[in-house]
Each structure stands twice: as structure tokens, then as C-alpha cells.
């Protein structure tokens, strides 16, 4: 065919040039997105790295320091209290909201009125356009102990010992914190939870359901262990969104009271904009990212192994 | 006793009607076999049986009791899927017991009824594999598994051969007719393939837009179709429709004048069953009945387009004269018909088919085939 | 033929390139942020004064132009993250708003105006203070405070803030409380009168972050230390004018330092009373979770405190929303029964030059050859005439220049204003950073919802003050800080 086309060609055109162009077509297209992740992300995690070892402030001081800024760190109780915040808060908030998209994602699944499910769908997933910060300044006003939603509706009930100080107290604070985007549907995780389980095979489905499933049994021995992917995926995403939340502490909390509600990406932000101390700063992304990489490694080994779907 | 009765089945998705009037009788022990072309209603009326959809009017009768409203899991019906619905993520032995551990039946049933079915079904080596590490004809071994250990009063099967490479679809209906003798058990399958109807079947059902047209043994719906419809879509390649007109009737013939067609008049043993001399009929000819420079009395030429040369047997393409369409004749494999030239074929007058303008066949006389008698005579025992 | 066009194409290009800056070069643009005080989104008045005050001085002076940027909106924390990152790219404005406390920590990031502010101001009416001497024309007070710890002035203040109590009277007279407090203990009573008819008396919140406690806080510790702050005064700090002024971080440093001002000293134990007495009798409840001033102003206006300690600059909100009648007052003094250690009965004023008009010359503007622009651009702005039109809009704020009258608004807290001034200031400016004043608030916090013991307050606040001092002196290398 290739002899063809150049017999018949009028112009003649070296064959070196044409080849040229064509291999190099496609990493011209890349460049650009080349260009942007070099300069904006790995260049930036190398000089933090670097400048975690310096006594950065941002404008002129830089000098190395070694591991100044590491023992700091773990010498300061807010930092390790932060971590220990971030273990609790992410289980917390990961089980929550697995627990309670799945759940909505399961009742969504089971409504089989085609225009009836595509109602609620749509009727769940319309609040995700309300912006984060927006969700905080509400819920702090849920919160406030006197006139708050929370309070009042538990003084209606006849409950009104229970009202507490929700984000004003140390053994609360977290888990208010955590609480904050009850009930979880409008979420990442009910979108995937309701896509995979409509991704089943419905032939699966039937099966389990001529076999004399109930539900429950269904839901337990075939949904479960089908949706193991998507699951994970969630964990992951809400793992690392708990390492890297600082809207809370900005918007409502300072990281009290005490030390209640320190999360490490706060006391990085903290640390470099409030303090000036840039250099500590990336130590603690430095920090941040092990972290990271460690929870994402374990993720991906309870993801594949023994994993059915995946060689 | 494992009968299923469908009395005056109606099915409307939304306003579309799928399923009218579909009246079958199914004895026990039977392998009825749901034959048509995609779209006609077959899986769907398989989906009814068992429950797994609803129908609006009539009534579903499985071993004698009424199932209209029973769920599917109580109507006592195994379900082999077309694409076997094997849970991914269990192993073989585990997926042909999920139906008893899911039931709370007792370990020591399960672990006979397993073994039991892993032994019908040669998979004792692979039970504790995962299907993606099993092949096609192993996975469809585990579905069929698990629906015998359910013990069903009925089997039923949607195309389950369809997935299946040609080879492996010849051995596995091979396995599935010593199936049925094995289990005796009922069998309601679903095919698009009439190979496999033709072959499995104890009893065919064909349907077409959501209608039975035929219910009868292989060889009967073979040889004596009911319509237009059933007659050219049984027998591969299809019969092929030639118009004409009745001349004249007699209590066991219909004589009719097809253009193209030697002799002029030609005597086909029916029942005319309504039809007079000056109505417009359609004879119907298999491929097969036609012999190259034959010797019988009904006659046809025509100019040769191409010939198919199979190996086994040949097929001929021609034009006859004055008929529109094109004709396909059945050839021995060593016979060499060159194109463009002129080819007589011969055919006996009762191998015709006679259908008239509403497709409706006639009922065909001298059809001599001592299969068809043996078939029929099983049939009603 | 293709090349020569090119070429051509190329040198057009350049030209015009080259006409284009020799046109900037003949201007100067001086970036100012305002904060506040330019706000076209929110305060049209802001716009159209500023706006009208910046076209009165490009007519003046046509060869430069100044480009207000205009509020950033959120809180403070927003601007400072904007503000650093704007500086690392070399892109700060010229003239920049900021806290004095603040800025003389950053010292390198400011011009010190000194040379500016002793040389004349022309927009100042010959005879008005100010005309010889830029400086005379502000109040002595704010001069006194915003001064850096290395004798410079690192911004000018236009004006001032007071905070005050905002009595919600129709509630106070309903439950039959009387608000003429003589004291601060029959201050304490009424909040105990209160709490036992079933309303919360006092919106302050306490967080690590900025809070209304922190005002709080530098009242009770002032009047715990009432009797030794004067010896802890510094000659080079001397103003013969103000006796009674803030410590600043130099000599509060060497205070601590010198184990003048320690944890282990009977008055901290005083302030760690006062503090015990008012959390538990006045403060609203949950004041630990309320997260902003705004929330507090909410409580006031639904009438579930029956009062809110506000500022200046909330008061045309309270003006313009509350429903019921309010009086702004203040707290009674603190008497001998409330800390053995005052000489006389006081209380001290919560107010100062954290105002709406600070303004401050980057370091950047005399490489950017904005510098000169910049001084004059700010001498007119601080003058009376532009001074007085921008009091008009910025109604919540006290003008500190002389002859400039503050707002209808405002007026009440005059009175205030003469009260005496806090001699301990609020945790940030305490040591000259937010690394002290979060770790100082989140202790009190604790200590004040009762999280943690009063030892255990007091050993990891004396770390803090330890820690506070030996880093000021590394920073800083006072001579004192090798004794």
C-alpha cells in the first residue's frame, strides 16, 4: 500500500520528513500537560522537600537547618495530637459515610419505578452544588448551643438534656466535626455506590432472587463483595480528604477547643501563613505525604488481593 | 409431576403488548423448546414462567398449582441464564450452593447435593475455582449445577448456547440432550437456533411478535407448518415462495398454475380448507426437494447465477423465469453446474407446501416419513 | 521574500513594544489596598468616595496614577495568605494595609516612614498641625503604640476602634436589672441575676484563633499586674505624654524574662481567678463552639444575651437590625475586692489603632521607583480634608487625626476612649507573634471550660512564655537578653 500512495504522490517529499512529523505528533500534544505537572506539582514537592531541611520564612531567610524542623515537630503536642485527630476523625467520618451512602445507595437501587428512581437520584445529588464553605457556615449555626437546629430539636423531643455545646467542648468537638454532612448522601461515595449497583449484571440480581434472597442476604453475600472496588476507591478518597481537611478548623473551630480539633493540614496552614514559618510548614507536608502514601499502599493491597475481577 | 400450563398469557409493557393469548401445554419430562427470531417474545414468556416478570391476564400453572402471583423463588424453577450469572467471587462449589446456604439448608445436604452435582457435571476438579479462571463450557456446567442441586420441578434455559464457540456448541447440546435423559426432567429452553430446537426438542414452540404460531414436534413443524411464517423459518436454507393460482379443488388436492413452474397445472396433495379455483396461493419449496435433472413431474428451470460449493453439498442460485425472486436449490457435492447456464431441477408434487394469501398453510397429505409417524406417535403417548 | 516580511513584521512589533513602555515609563501606578475602606461590592459610598478622593489627586498630579485594589472579602487570614503570596512574586502593592503589631514583626517587608513623617505635609493647611511636621498632625496615643520595637513607624493610622458593651435595655429592664454598675463586682452580680432568671448575660467566645476573649483577657491580666507594670517600663520607650500605655514586646519580654511577670508569681493566680469568675457567671454558654463575632451579634439580636461586648465597627449593624432599645456603656471599674494588687480603682479601655485606616509603604516600592509616589500619595490621604470624607463612610471607626470629627455613630464611644489604656495587650502583639498568641489562647480556652487543671495551665503557659523569650531575644539580640 505504502509503494502505492508514493508512486502516485505529485510532490515529493523526503521520506525522513514525513516520519519525523508523524512520531513526534503525539508528544507535542503531552507537552503542555507535561509542562503543567512539572511546574506545578512535582517541582513544588521537590522544593518542599528541600526547603523542609531550611528555615524558611517565605521571603528571605533560608538557611539549612537538617532536621530542626522534623524534631520540632514531633516534640510539639499539638502536631502529634493532630495526627491522632486525623486517625479518629477520618475512621469516623469513612465508616459514616460509607455506612450511609450505601445504605441510600441500596434504597435507590431498590425502587423500580424507573421515573420514581431517577426522582430521588437527582433529588440527593442536587445539594452536592452548595460549596464546602457554605455547608460549614450552616452547620455552625446547627451547632450553636442556644439557638442551633441541633439543640432546639432535642429541647422539642423532651430531650433537652441532651444539648450540649456541641463544638464547644473538647470530648465533642471532633465528632461534631465529623458528623458535619449528615446524612451523607449527597456525597462522592452515593453517586459511585449508586452506579456500581446499577452496574450489576441484572441477571446476578435474579438469580440471587430466584434462589430465595432476601434482601438482607442479598445485599450481605452478592452486593457487598461485588461493590469490594468501589468500596475501596471511597475509603481511599475519604482517607485522604481527611488528611488534607482544613475548612473545619478555618471556618469553625481554630483547632479547639484545646487541642481537640487540630488536623494536620490545618497546623500546615497555620504554620506557613500565620506564623511565617514555611520551612516547618513543608516539613509537615513532608509529613503528610508519607502518611499518605502508606494509606494508599495498604488501599491498594486490601483492593486487589484475592480480588475477583482483577488478574 | 412437573407440567406447566399457560392459559390466555397476555403481556403489556407500558401500552406495547409482547405476549397475546399464548396458550402451551407442557407434559412432564418434556424438553419444549421456545423457537423464533429475535424480538418475538421467547425470553420474555421464559421470564413470566418464572416469575421474574409479571403478566397482566391468564394463568401460569406449574406441576398442577396456580403461580400467578407466587414469587419466583417458590414456583420451584431452576434458571440457567445466557450468560450463566456465575457470582464472580465465589468458587465453583460455592456458587452451586449459594441457593441452600442462602435457604439454611444443612451442611450435610449440601456438601451430597454438590458432590453429587459436581459428578453429573465432571467439574470434581475444579470446585474450589473462580469462574474467571473457568472456560465457557465449564462456567455453563456450574450454572446448569446450580440449578439442578435446587432439585427444580423445572428447568428453564434462556439461549444458553449462544455464548458458546461453534465446536463447544455441538458438544455441549450433545451434553444437554443426556441431560434431560438423565434428570428426566422438565426443560423449557429458549433458542433463536433451530439446530438446536430441531435437535433437543421433544416438543417446539415457535412464536413470532409475541404470538405462538406453532406448537408441535421437530419433524411436524418440519413437514406440516402452520403458516407462511413457521414453514420459512424452520429448514435452513429457507424455503422459498413462489405465487400462484388455484385452478381447481378436489377433497385431497389443490391444483394450482405457478409461472415458472412445469407442468402447467400441478396437483399438490392439501386440504383446500376453504380455497376455490381463481384464489391467489403461494407454493412453498424447500431447497433440498429439488433434484438436478430429475426425473419427476414437477419441473423448473432457470438460469444459474452462482453455485455455493459447501463441501458437503452444494447450493444453487438462479432466476426462473417469470418469478421475481431468486431460487435455491439443494446439489450433490460432486456435481458441477457452470454460471449462466441453464438448470433443470425436478420435484415431487407432495413434497410442495401450499399456503394462501393470509399465509395460512394447508394441511399436507402423502407426507411419508416414518420419523415424523414415530415422532408423533411419542407425542401423544 | 517570506523572511524579509517576517523580519519586517518582527521589528514593527518591537517598536511598538518599546512606544508602549516609554509611555509607562512617563506615569507612575501606585497600588494601594484599603481593605475596607475600598469596597465597590459591598459599600457603594466606599467606591464613590474613594474614587472621587483618587481622581482629586491624578488631577494634581497627572503623571501618576494610583489603582486602588479593591477588598478582598473574608476574613483577615485570606488577605495575610494573599498578601505573603503576592510578596513572593513580587507583585505587592505599593501602599498596603495591615496591623501595627503585625507589620513591625515583618519589619523587612515595610519602608520606615520616619524621614517622611518629620519632613512637611503640603496638603495640610499652613498653621493646621501636620503642616511642618507630617507626624504632629496624628494623636499621641496611637503614635506611641504603633511604634516598632526598633524605633520606627512602619504605617500611619487614620483612625481608631473602641469596643463597648451593647445592652439589650428592654431585656435588662424586664427582669428588673439594674446596668449602673459601680463596681466590677456588682458587675459579676447581675450576670449571677441573670443566669438565674434563665438568660445568658455576656457574648464573648473564645477560640485559638482571634476571639472576643482576647479583649477579656488583657483586662483581667492589666488589672492583676496593675501594681508592677509601670516598673517594667523601658527608658527608650518613654512617652511623656502618655503615662499609662501598653508594654511593648521589649519590655514585656524582658518582664518575663527577668521572672517579673511568671506563673509562679501570686498575681497570675489572681488572673486565673478573675478569668474562673467571669467564664463561669457572665459568659454565654458554648462559648467555646461559638466560631465568629457574627454569631454573637446573632445571639444579641434574637435576644438570647442580654448583652454583647461589640466594636465600633458593629455599631451601625446594631444601629440599623436591633429591635429592641440599646445603650452602649462599658465595664464598671475593678475594685481592691477584685485584685489586691490595683493602687486605684480602673478599668481599662479595649480599643486601638487595629483600624480600618493603617497604611504602610512596602519594602518593594523603592525598587520599583513607586516609593516617592507612594509618601505623597499617603500624605494626602492622611490630610484632614480627605480624612474627614473618608469618616463619612467609614462610620464604625474613630478618627485619630486632629480636626477630623467622627460619625453620628460613633460618638458615643468617646467617653470610652478616655479611659485609661490596657498596660498588657493582647496575646499576639504580646510577644510580636501569632506563634505565641495561638498556643496562649488555646490554654486559656481549656483552662476557662475547665479541660485542664490549674497547675497543668500553668506549667505549659510558663513553657510558652520561656519559649516566647528566648525567641524574641534570638530574633532581636536586645542587650539584656545575655543576663
Known amino acids: ?311 | 409431576m412437573a407440567t406447566v400450563s399457560l392459559q390466555n398469557i397476555d403481556k403489556f409493557y407500558g401500552r406495547v403488548q409482547v405476549l397475546q393469548d399464548i396458550n402451551v401445554e407442557i407434559d412432564d419430562g418434556d424438553f419444549a423448546v421456545i423457537l423464533g427470531p429475535s424480538g418475538c417474545g421467547k425470553s420474555t414468556l421464559l421470564r413470566v414462567i418464572a416469575g421474574l416478570e409479571e403478566h397482566q391476564r391468564g394463568d401460569i400453572s406449574i406441576g398442577g398449582a396456580v403461580m400467578n402471583t407466587t414469587p419466583a423463588a417458590e414456583r420451584g424453577v431452576g434458571m440457567l441464564f445466557q450468560s450463566y450469572a456465575l457470582f464472580p467471587h465465589l468458587s465453583v462449589s460455592k456458587n452451586i450452593s449459594f441457593g441452600m446456604r442462602m435457604r439454611g439448608e444443612s451442611k450435610a445436604l449440601i456438601k451430597e447435593r454438590v458432590a453429587n452435582a459436581a459428578r453429573i457435571l465432571k467439574l470434581e476438579p475444579y470446585l474450589d475455582r473462580l469462574p474467571k479462571n473457568l472456560s465457557g463450557g465449564q462456567r455453563q456446567r456450574v450454572a446448569i449445577g446450580r440449578s439442578i442441586v435446587r432439585e427444580p420441578k423445572v428447568f428453564l434455559f434462556d439461549e444458553p448456547l449462544s455464548n458458546l464457540d461453534a465446536e463447544l456448541r455441538v458438544e455441549m447440546r450433545l451434553e444437554l440432550a443426556k441431560l434431560h435423559d438423565s434428570l428426566a426432567a422438565t426443560m423449557i429452553y429458549v433458542t433463536h437456533d433451530q439446530i438446536e430446537a430441531m435437535t433437543l426438542g421433544t416438543k417446539i414452540i415457535v412464536m413470532h411478535l409475541g404470538q405462538v404460531q406453532q406448537v408441535g414436534t421437530p419433524l411436524q413443524v418440519y413437514y406440516q407448518p402452520a403458516n407462511r411464517f413457521v414453514a420459512g423459518f424452520i429448514g435452513s436454507p429457507r424455503m422459498q415462495f413462489l405465487h400462484g393460482t388455484v385452478q381447481g379443488v378436489t377433497a385431497e388436492s389443490v391444483s394450482v398454475s405457478v409461472p415458472g413452474v412445469a407442468p402447467g397445472i400441478i396437483e399438490v396433495p392439501c386440504e383446500p380448507d376453504g380455497l376455490k379455483a381463481g384464489d391467489e396461493i403461494e407454493i412453498g419449496i424447500r431447497p433440498e426437494d429439488l433434484h438436478y435433472r430429475g426425473s419427476e413431474e414437477v419441473r423448473i428451470t432457470g438460469l444459474t447465477t452462482v453455485v455455493e460449493y459447501m463441501g458437503h453439498a452444494s447450493y444453487w442460485y438462479g432466476h426462473i423465469a417469470q418469478q421475481e425472486r431468486e431460487l435455491v436449490a439443494h446439489l450433490h457435492r460432486a456435481l458441477r453446474v457452470d454460471r449462466g447456464s441453464e438448470a433443470t431441477f425436478t420435484l415431487n408434487r407432495a413434497d410442495l407446501y401450499l399456503f394462501d394469501t393470509e399465509g395460512r398453510a394447508r394441511r399436507r397429505l402423502q407426507v411419508d416419513n416414518e420419523n415424523l409417524q414415530t415422532q408423533l406417535a411419542a407425542a401423544i403417548a | 521574500m517570506r523572511l524579509s516580511i517576517l523580519a519586517k513584521g518582527l521589528t514593527m512589533g518591537l517598536l511598538g513594544l518599546t512606544a508602549l513602555t516609554g509611555a509607562a515609563y512617563a506615569q507612575t501606578t501606585v497600588k494601594i489596598y484599603m481593605g475596607q475602606l475600598y469596597a465597590p461590592d459591598s459599600d457603594p459610598r466606599s467606591k464613590e468616595t474613594m474614587d472621587a478622593i483618587i481622581a482629586d489627586y491624578e488631577k494634581l498630579h497627572p503623571d501618576t496614577k494610583i489603582e486602588p485594589v479593591p477588598w478582598l472579602g473574608g476574613d483577615q487570614s485570606t488577605y495575610f495568605a494573599w498578601l505573603s503570596t503576592r510578596y513572593a512574586a513580587g507583585d505587592e502593592p505599593d501602599i498596603g494595609w495591615s496591623h501595627y503589631y503585625t507589620r513591625n514583626a515583618e519589619a523587612d517587608r515595610w519602608t520606615a516612614l520616619n524621614e517622611y513623617l518629620d519632613g512637611p505635609n503640603d496638603y495640610i493647611p499652613t498653621g493646621q498641625p501636620g503642616h511642618d511636621k507630617w507626624n504632629d498632625e496624628f494623636f499621641d496615643n496611637v503614635k506611641a503604640q504603633i511604634r516598632a520595637p526598633d524605633g520606627n513607624w512602619y504605617q500611619v493610622n487614620t483612625n481608631w476602634v473602641e469596643t463597648g458593651l451593647f445592652i439589650n435595655n428592654d431585656l435588662m429592664k424586664a427582669n428588673g436589672i439594674d446596668t449602673n454598675w459601680a463596681s466590677w463586682t456588682d458587675f459579676i452580680k447581675s450576670c449571677k441575676d441573670l443566669k438565674a432568671k434563665g438568660i445568658q448575660p455576656l457574648g464573648v467566645f473564645a477560640t485559638p484563633g482571634w476571639s472576643t476573649d482576647q479583649w477579656l483577657d488583657t483586662l483581667l491580666i492589666s488589672a492583676a499586674f496593675a501594681d508592677q507594670i509601670p516598673s517594667w517600663h523601658l527608658p527608650a520607650y518613654e512617652n511623656p505624654f502618655m503615662k499609662d500605655r501598653q508594654l511593648t514586646p521589649e519590655e514585656m519580654a524582658k518582664a518575663t524574662h527577668d521572672g517579673k511577670f511568671s506563673t509562679t508569681d501570686p498575681r497570675f493566680d489572681t488572673f486565673l481567678d478573675l478569668t474562673k469568675e467571669v467564664t463561669d457567671n457572665c459568659l454565654v454558654e458554648g462559648f467555646a463552639g461559638i466560631t465568629s463575632l457574627d454569631q454573637i451579634m446573632n445571639l444579641f439580636f434574637n435576644d438570647k444575651v442580654a448583652m454583647a461586648w461589640l466594636g465600633t465597627w458593629n455599631a451601625p449593624t446594631v444601629r440599623d437590625t436591633a429591635k429592641f432599645s440599646v445603650t452602649t456603656t462599658y465595664f464598671p471599674p475593678f475594685t481592691n475586692e477584685n485584685s489586691k494588687y490595683l493602687t486605684q480603682p480602673t478599668i481599662y479601655r479595649v480599643g486601638g489603632p487595629s483600624s480600618s485606616g493603617q497604611f504602610g509603604i512596602s519594602s518593594g516600592a523603592a525598587d520599583r521607583g513607586t516609593l516617592d509616589a507612594s509618601v505623597d500619595f499617603l500624605k494626602f490621604l492622611t490630610a484632614p480634608a480627605q480624612a474627614q470624607r473618608i469618616a463619612g463612610y467609614d462610620e464604625g471607626n474613630l478618627p485619630v487625626i486632629k480636626g477630623v470629627e467622627p460619625a453620628e455613630v460613633a460618638k458615643g464611644f468617646s467617653a470610652i476612649s478616655q479611659l485609661p489604656e490596657r498596660g498588657i495587650t493582647d496575646a499576639v502583639s504580646r510577644y510580636n507573634g501569632e506563634q505565641y498568641g495561638t498556643p496562649h489562647n488555646r490554654l486559656l480556652q481549656s483552662f476557662m471550660l475547665g479541660e485542664i487543671s490549674r497547675d497543668e495551665m500553668k506549667t505549659q503557659y510558663q513553657a510558652l512564655l520561656d519559649k516566647a523569650v528566648a525567641d524574641q531575644c534570638e530574633a532581636n539580640s536586645w542587650d539584656w537578653c545575655n543576663q
Open chain 1, 1 to 311: 500500500m505504502t509503494s502505492v500512495a508514493i508512486e502516485q504522490a505529485s510532490v515529493s517529499v523526503p521520506r525522513s520528513r514525513l516520519r519525523l512529523t508523524s512520531r513526534w505528533v503525539p508528544f507535542l500534544f503531552l507537552l503542555p500537560v507535561a509542562a503543567e505537572l512539572i511546574i506545578f506539582r512535582y517541582i513544588p514537592t521537590f522544593s518542599a522537600f528541600y526547603h523542609s531541611l531550611t528555615n524558611w520564612d517565605g521571603r528571605k531567610k533560608d538557611a539549612f537547618i537538617g532536621f530542626k524542623n522534623f524534631t520540632d515537630l514531633f516534640n510539639d503536642n499539638v502536631f502529634r495530637d493532630a495526627f491522632v485527630n486525623m486517625a479518629k476523625y477520618t475512621s469516623l467520618r469513612t465508616i459514616a459515610v460509607l455506612l450511609f451512602a450505601f445504605i441510600a445507595a441500596e434504597l435507590i437501587f431498590s425502587i423500580r419505578n424507573e421515573r420514581v428512581r431517577m426522582f430521588w437520584k437527582i433529588a440527593f445529588v442536587i445539594p452536592l452544588v452548595v460549596p464546602r464553605s457554605v455547608i460549614y457556615l450552616m452547620w455552625a449555626f446547627i451547632y450553636d448551643p442556644q439557638v442551633g437546629l441541633i439543640n432546639e430539636a432535642l429541647n422539642l423531643i423532651g430531650l433537652g438534656a441532651w444539648q450540649q455545646p456541641w463544638l464547644g467542648q473538647s470530648s465533642t468537638a471532633l465528632g461534631a466535626l465529623a458528623f458535619i454532612g449528615f446524612p451523607f448522601v449527597s456525597s462522592l461515595a452515593f453517586l459511585i455506590f449508586v452506579a456500581s449497583l446499577e452496574g450489576l449484571p441484572r441477571d446476578i440480581i435474579e438469580t440471587a432472587q430466584l434462589e430465595g434472597c432476601s434482601i438482607w442476604k442479598r445485599i450481605w453475600n452478592v452486593d457487598l463483595p461485588m461493590l469490594r472496588g468501589g468500596i475501596v476507591f471511597v475509603a481511599v478518597l475519604l482517607i485522604l480528604e481527611g488528611l488534607q481537611t482544613t475548612e473545619p478548623q478555618l471556618i469553625l473551630t481554630r483547632g479547639g477547643p484545646g487541642t481537640s480539633t487540630e488536623l494536620p493540614a490545618y497546623y500546615l496552614y497555620r504554620t506557613a501563613f500565620d506564623y511565617g514559618k514555611f520551612g516547618q510548614a513543608c516539613a509537615v507536608g513532608v509529613v503528610m505525604l508519607g502518611v499518605g502514601l502508606i494509606f494508599t499502599a495498604i488501599s491498594m493491597w486490601l483492593r486487589y488481593r484475592s480480588a475477583y475481577d482483577v488478574d
